[in-house]
């Protein structure tokens, strides 16, 4: 038998054996990095910034964040990473803009991608019978708006708020007031150049590599790496008109809205918000509307009621005014919002869609913009709309809102369900977004706790009476409410994650896969 001592000695040695390994493992990682033959960098030290999101409720700081010049830099590391295998526990998050609520594109202890510096060939407009813009994954909207007008185009289908990149929001859906007649953001899309968990470069389309296209498109970033995209353009118009009518009664708003994305539509652009117990009516950080009567805007009293704002875009060139005035007022003749509050205002097209912008820069002035942000999507059936708002805007929600609640409804004939994003069961669904902020001074009813026990409120609402209900940026934290969420569409994401990212290495921040499949 060994003696004591000698024992000692043995447990000594292997523990100091254990921690040399540990130790080496985690310092010899970064080292293995530097040594990637790349035309970027890696920053090892400034790292904090990639450990933020606007949600500002997460934090989870990387081991290093890699800022790529090209695609090849990009699939140099995440090849490298493939490689270490399913023993090693570095993980990659793609940054965009880093506008994630909840850590979406954060990595504790791994590799954040920097896709905003990825420089890809040059922004490319092709104008012809079939308009497209070829772009980086990292490229932001509003560039690719500045670049695209130059040649007279647009895309057609946008996020309300243009700051945000390609790879982040066809990572999601991408939606906004254009959606219900042109879909969603990944409806408009023709190409992508994709980077696997496996590292590989593959382009694709409908027609090639087309179930990995569908898989990235909504795919929350667990399939690929977004690279480039090339996005579908129309001709862009000047001018926009800008309306806004207000009504009390919801069924009286909603029915109203259903009709206007029905059919041929005469505006381009349908959206709509819930004013809660506010007095200046027009006053909503989400957009700079400013009504061409101010005067009358101001007048009108809400009385402490809830309203809801119907809001409609119709574009339009100078030299069409005249048509389109006429078409304007025949169209909202057939509605039935309160016959004195119809609000318009004309603005350039460029001004219309980075319209949000425009409140960002003023909030952040006064330090409102990094605050923290617990938002809440949720997209509900039309059968359930109704029993929804009773609920949620005549009981939950009754004294205070914390920001601004958008709503408005969708056709779900332009949603592609071979993509990876899933939407409820009928034709036509709902957009609601409680956009709240959490202002540290705010009152204890608009703190952050209230806010999300608000929002938890109103989860347990729509399960318990079985609405349908599907959240848009979806946020869970076990694998049993994605595999709920997804429902049937499960297990065809868990096969597109063993197909294209078997070690689990591509976006960890959305949570829905811990270890490879
Ligand atoms: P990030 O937050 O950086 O990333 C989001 C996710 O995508 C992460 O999981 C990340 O790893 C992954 N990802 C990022 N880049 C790539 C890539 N190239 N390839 C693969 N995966 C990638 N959404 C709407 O649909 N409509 C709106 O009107 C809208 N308005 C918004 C307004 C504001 C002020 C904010 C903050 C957000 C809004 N959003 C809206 C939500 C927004 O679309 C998402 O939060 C989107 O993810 C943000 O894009 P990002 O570039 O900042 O992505």
């Known amino acids: 038998f060994p003696s004591l001592n000698n024992m000692i000695f043995f447990i000594i040695l292997f523990l100091s054996c254990v921690t040399t390994k540990i130790n080496l493992c985690f310092s010899c990682v970064p080292s293995s990095l530097k040594t990637l033959p790349i035309d970027g960098h890696f920053n090892f030290q400034q790292v904090e910034h990639a450990a933020k999101d606007f949600g500002n409720r997460y934090s989870f700081l990387p081991l290093a964040v890699l800022y790529p010049k090209s695609v090849s830099d990009v699939a140099t590391t995440v090849k490298h990473i493939w490689r270490l295998g399913g023993g090693s526990e570095l993980r990659v998050a793609a940054r965009g803009h880093?506008?994630?609520?909840?850590?979406?594109?954060?990595?504790?202890?791994?590799?954040?991608?920097?896709?905003?510096?990825?420089?890809?060939?040059?922004?490319?407009?092709?104008?012809?019978?079939?308009?497209?813009?070829?772009?980086?994954?990292?490229?932001?909207?509003?560039?690719?708006?500045?670049e695209s007008l130059k040649h007279g185009l647009a895309p057609k289908s946008w996020t309300d708020y243009l700051h945000l990149t390609v790879g982040g929001t066809l990572s999601n859906a991408g939606i906004s007031g254009q959606a219900f007649r042109h879909g969603p953001q990944i409806s408009n899309v023709y190409q992508l150049q994709v980077v696997t968990g496996k590292g590989e470069v593959v382009n694709c389309s409908e027609k090639q590599n087309s179930d990995l296209f569908y898989s990235v498109l909504?795919?929350?970033?667990?399939?690929?790496?977004?690279?480039?995209?090339?996005?579908?353009?129309?001709?862009?118009?000047?001018?926009?008109?800008?309306?806004?009518?207000?009504?009390?009664?919801?069924?009286?708003?909603?029915?109203d809205q259903e009709k206007l994305i029905s059919g041929e539509s005469a505006f381009d652009y349908v959206e709509g918000f819930v004013?809660?117990?506010?007095?200046?009516?027009?006053?909503?950080?989400?957009?700079?509307?400013?009504?061409?009567?101010?005067?009358?805007?101001?007048?009108?009293k809400s009385d402490g009621r809830t309203l809801f704002c119907l809001e409609l875009a119709k574009y339009f060139n100078p030299e069409e005014m005249a048509l389109v005035n006429q078409e304007i007022k025949s169209s909202l003749?057939?509605?039935?919002?309160?016959?004195?509050?119809?609000?318009?205002?004309?603005?350039?097209?460029?001004?219309?869609?980075?319209?949000?912008h425009i409140s960002e820069i003023k909030l952040r002035s006064r330090g409102l913009w990094e605050v923290p942000h617990p938002w809440l999507?949720?997209?509900?059936?039309?059968?359930?709309?109704?029993?929804?708002?009773?609920?949620?805007?005549?009981?939950?929600?009754?004294?205070?809102?914390s920001g601004p609640i958008l709503i408005y409804p969708l056709n779900k004939s332009k949603w592609d369900n071979r993509t990876s994003v899933v939407t409820p069961e009928e034709d036509v669904f709902y957009l609601v977004a409680f956009l709240s902020s959490a202002v540290p001074s705010s009152t204890a009813s608009d703190g952050l706790e209230q806010v999300l026990i608000r929002n938890q409120r109103i989860l347990d609402f729509c399960e318990i009476a079985g609405l349908g209900v599907k959240q848009y940026l979806p946020?869970?934290?076990?694998?049993?409410?994605?595999?709920?969420?997804?429902?049937?569409?499960?297990?065809a994401f868990i096969q597109r994650k063993s197909a294209y990212d078997p070690l689990a290495i591509l976006a960890p921040g959305q949570r829905i896969f811990q270890k490879p499949v």
Not at 111 to 127: C, D, F, R, T, Y
Not at 227 to 241: D, N
Not at 277 to 299: E, I, Y
Not at 337 to 355: A, G, K, M
């Open 475 to 491: 946020h869970y934290s076990t694998q049993a409410e994605w595999k709920s969420h997804f429902g049937s569409h499960w297990e």
């Open 218 to 255: 909504g795919g929350l970033g667990q399939f690929g790496i977004i690279t480039r995209a090339r996005i579908s353009l129309e001709p862009a118009p000047l001018m926009v008109k800008w309306i806004r009518v207000l009504y009390t009664d919801f069924t009286t708003f909603a029915r």
């Open 377 to 401: 999507n949720l997209l509900i059936p039309r059968s359930k709309i109704l029993s929804f708002a009773q609920q949620v805007f005549g009981n939950i929600l009754t004294d205070t809102s």
């Open 98 to 146: 880093g506008h994630s609520l909840q850590g979406q594109a954060q990595v504790h202890r791994g590799v954040v991608i920097n896709m905003e510096s990825l420089q890809g060939p040059k922004m490319q407009v092709h104008a012809g019978n079939l308009s497209y813009v070829d772009v980086s994954g990292g490229e932001l909207w509003i560039n690719i708006l500045r």
């Open 333 to 356: 003749s057939q509605l039935n919002h309160i016959p004195s509050t119809l609000f318009t205002s004309q603005v350039p097209y460029i001004e219309f869609l980075d319209r949000v």
């Open 275 to 300: 004013i809660i117990n506010r007095t200046g009516v027009l006053n909503n950080w989400r957009s700079s509307f400013s009504p061409q009567d101010p005067v009358q805007a101001s007048q009108f």
